[in-house]
């Protein structure tokens, strides 16, 4: 006897989290993607191929035999929307039957999940934290390809970050993460044909949006969201529509996933308008990049699937010099376009950064600040962003992963330097390479306080590598620098004891500080403050402290931001001793006064820079009062 399932019930069964992409001749991107799928938490990745001539169909059927995708086929007919039937394919696959969760995207979406450690399951369990749901909508943020002609190789997602800085007003284009057994379809965008009566549709902040689009058939937008509905809060679908425009033009020759006849993919076209966006730098989503690179290695050592991929973009380089450079087809050789109408906030940049261009004009500065960047790994945003995104310090950074390397040097602007150094006491150093890359040390994890938290695979080692170091000291080209701002994981005393003379004239530190032993044997936040108190600096701030709750039997019904109870680390500003202002040099006094403006938030500290620079003679006494007219309202108490 067959029993019917109860739809009403609330999501509580666990299962595999799948995602499924329908694709034609791709063959160029494909193991990026599938590699990310994985690095983002995916159990399952789904691809369906429809009439490939560039060899990807070939490539999905090695990587089905190495366990990495489900490659299904299809042969979709004149008319027939291959994403409607390649997803119908996909459910129906008996490897879906005990998936609890599946998202549908394009080889050139990467669903960017903000919350948490920015795995999938993440995402779901903070949206489901707001109720019962059935299905969490994830809205677009398009990447622009900064107006590159031609693609030649390479990475996507280390390669383009610049991005919208903000949602903007009538684009509610999602696409949907959702329960299978909930819907019986998938249309482009979301799933369609509800199993139950009202299921319950939710943005990836939680917010519960109206359900009526679920139930119409072709409907392919969230037409009856508002604005304040939508969201990029815990998770952003990036978008890399464009890439490059020798890459978006020859999308003309593949057709569209949904059957659609359009002038979408034209230089200058809304559709470009729309995707080419450069407002503001994110690369939040290259988190996860020292995996998705290990992966990509492991699959470009085997011949196959390295010659395919290298006759793909061979394959490209001849349609691109048949197609477009000799019959000039879509507009290859028309004028280039105007770059569309950037929607840059004010908001990308803080309230304070009027102030801070206006000291940067006025300070008799001799150079650039000097940024000295240990441990610069992209998995979270640099403090002296502001300073980078006005063009006003040099970064000389330091990264021996690989990957993070990597990633450091296809990003950079002209003011960075990066090099694949580890820096220590000059000595070879055991590298314990960690699951998760931001916890990469050369001690070993102290499992008991891992344990503590809960959170067992955050000590993971994967590999022991021998990895020699070199002292700051030792490398004079370096010269004089401001602010040195260090996260080793534990590293951090053997740097300060290796650059007693780098950091002679420095002004500034940012270091994390433990407080929770997370490796064995590692100094804590006394003995670096220790340290650095040695060699004149003195505790000035905290940028933020980092607190976790403790495991328990009650975790999974607490909300973790109201019971992040046990202090873990944090980041701290040290300064040289404010009580001795006499004893810095007038370029320290401008370097420190720059960088409590940007980087500290610690306008007080500023303030007396400038008052002692005054008293020298170096700037007008009435500048520290223009500064406070430059601050925000804020920050000041003016009489009324």
């Not at 040289?576 to 500290?605: C, K, M, N, P, W």
Request: proline share 6%; charged share 25%; net charge neutral.
């Amino acid at each position: 006897m067959t029993t019917a399932r109860d739809f009403t019930a609330a999501p509580g069964r666990a299962g595999p989290l799948a995602v499924i992409a329908c694709q034609r001749n791709e063959a160029m991107w494909l193991l990026e993607w599938v590699a990310f799928q994985h690095a983002a938490g995916f159990d399952r990745v789904f691809v369906v191929s429809n009439d490939c001539s560039d060899g990807s169909d070939r490539m999905l059927d090695r990587l089905a035999e190495m366990g990495e995708v489900v490659h299904l086929r299809q042969d979709a007919q004149p008319g027939e929307a291959p994403q409607v039937s390649g997803c119908a394919l996909a459910l129906a696959h008996p490897q879906m039957a005990d998936v609890a969760w599946a998202f549908h995207c394009d080889i050139d979406e990467f669903l960017n999940v903000s919350c948490g450690e920015g795995r999938v399951a993440d995402l779901i369990a903070a949206v489901l934290r707001a109720g019962p749901t059935d299905c969490i909508t994830v809205n677009w943020r398009m990447f622009g390809s900064g107006g590159r002609r031609s693609w030649d190789g390479g990475a996507v997602l280390p390669s383009f970050t610049l991005t919208e800085a903000q949602l903007r007003k009538g684009r509610a284009m999602q696409k949907c993460l959702f329960r299978p057994e909930v819907f019986a379809a998938v249309h482009c965008h979301m799933p369609k044909h509800p199993r139950k009566a009202d299921p319950v549709l939710r943005s990836s902040a939680g917010v519960e949006m109206p359900n009526a689009p679920l139930f119409a058939p072709q409907q392919m937008r969230h037409q009856t969201a508002t604005h304040a509905m939508v969201s990029w809060e815990n998770a952003a679908l990036n978008h890399y529509a464009i890439r490059s425009q020798d890459v978006f033009l020859l999308k003309n020759l593949r057709g569209d996933g949904m059957a659609l006849t359009h002038q979408k993919y034209r230089l200058g076209s809304p559709f470009w308008a729309f995707a080419e966006r450069t407002e503001i730098e994110d690369r939040t989503i290259l988190r996860h990049w020292p995996a998705v690179a290990a992966r990509l290695e492991r699959y470009r050592a085997d011949p196959e699937i390295r010659a395919l991929e290298a006759e793909a973009l061979a394959g490209h380089a001849r349609l691109r010099a048949e197609i477009l450079d000799r019959q000039g087809r879509f507009g290859w050789h028309d004028p280039a376009p105007k770059q569309p109408l950037q929607e840059v906030p004010k908001a990308h940049l803080p309230d304070t950064a009027g102030a801070v261009r206006f000291l940067l004009s006025q300070l008799p500065r001799e150079r650039r600040t000097v940024v000295l960047d240990v441990g610069a790994n992209p998995i979270t945003p640099t403090p002296y962003k502001t300073l980078l995104a006005l063009q006003s310090c040099e970064v000389i950074g330091f990264e021996p992963q690989p990957e993070a390397f990597a990633a450091l040097q296809s990003a950079r602007s002209p003011r960075e330097r990066y090099f694949p150094h580890a820096v220590g006491d000059g000595t070879v150093q055991a590298l314990k390479i960690f699951r998760f890359s931001g916890m990469t040390s050369v001690f070993e994890p102290c499992l008991p306080s891992i344990a503590l938290l809960g959170k067992p695979r955050m000590g993971r080692v994967i590999e022991r590598v021998a990895l020699p170091t070199v002292a700051l000291d030792t490398l004079p080209e370096i010269g004089r620098i401001d602010l040195l701002k260090i996260d080793i994981q534990g590293g951090e005393l053997a740097v300060f004891q290796g650059a007693r003379q780098t950091l002679a004239q420095a002004v500034a530190v940012i270091v994390e500080l433990r407080h929770l032993r997370l490796y064995e044997g590692e100094p804590m936040a006394a003995g670096v403050d220790q340290e650095l108190r040695a060699q004149g600096f003195a505790l000035h701030k905290f940028l933020f402290n980092k607190s976790m709750p403790i495991a328990n039997s009650q975790l999974a019904r607490l909300s973790r931001e109201a019971n992040s109870d046990q202090l873990v680390d944090g980041d701290a500003v040290y300064l040289r001793d404010l009580t001795r202002l006499d004893a810095i040099d007038d370029e320290g006094l401008v370097q420190l006064a720059i960088l409590a403006a940007s980087t500290f938030d610690s306008h007080t500290v500023a303030l007396a820079c400038l008052d002692a620079l005054a008293a020298r003679g170096r700037i007008p006494a009435s500048l520290a009062r223009d500064y406070v007219d430059a601050l925000p309202a804020r920050l000041r108490s003016d009489p009324a």
